[in-house]
């Protein structure tokens, strides 16, 4: 099992950057899948980021060549840097997780990771 806690969320004004963070314990990081999610305001949870075991990575659309995502295995931790911050980006981001036998398999459906985050809220004024 492994416990995420993210950090690094607040208020920006569009244009902005922040920098996401997700701390998760246990010893077998290395072995997670991880993604970060979001929920904008009476909306569904839409998928943002992931990157694989092999730190290949995959974006959203609406957040390509603006978001970053990374992980570092030593620290146990996942980072999603965001450039140029619309009010679109405000939502709870929620980073996840789940384990895999693959070096290059990412996934795009919350439904698929089974480790979550209590999430940051993150708003973007105008």
């Known amino acids: 099992q492994v416990h995420l806690v993210e950090s690094g969320g607040g208020l920006v004004q569009t244009g902005g950057s922040l920098i996401l963070s997700c701390a998760a314990s246990g010893r077998t990081f290395s072995s997670y899948v991880m993604a970060w999610f979001r929920q904008p305001p009476g909306k569904e949870r839409e998928f943002v980021a992931a990157?694989?075991?092999?730190?290949?990575?995959d974006y959203a659309d609406s957040v390509k060549g603006r978001f970053t995502i990374s992980r570092d295995n030593a620290k146990n931790t996942m980072y999603l840097q965001m450039n140029t911050l619309k009010p679109e980006d405000t939502a709870v981001y929620y980073c996840?997780?789940?384990?895999?036998?693959?070096?290059?398999?990412?996934?795009?459906?919350?439904?698929?990771?089974?480790?979550w985050g209590q999430g940051t809220q993150v708003t973007v004024s105008s």
């Open positions: 996840a997780a789940e384990r895999s036998g693959s070096l290059y398999e990412t996934g795009r459906n919350h439904y698929w990771y089974d480790y």
């Open positions: 990157i694989s075991l092999s730190h290949s990575t």
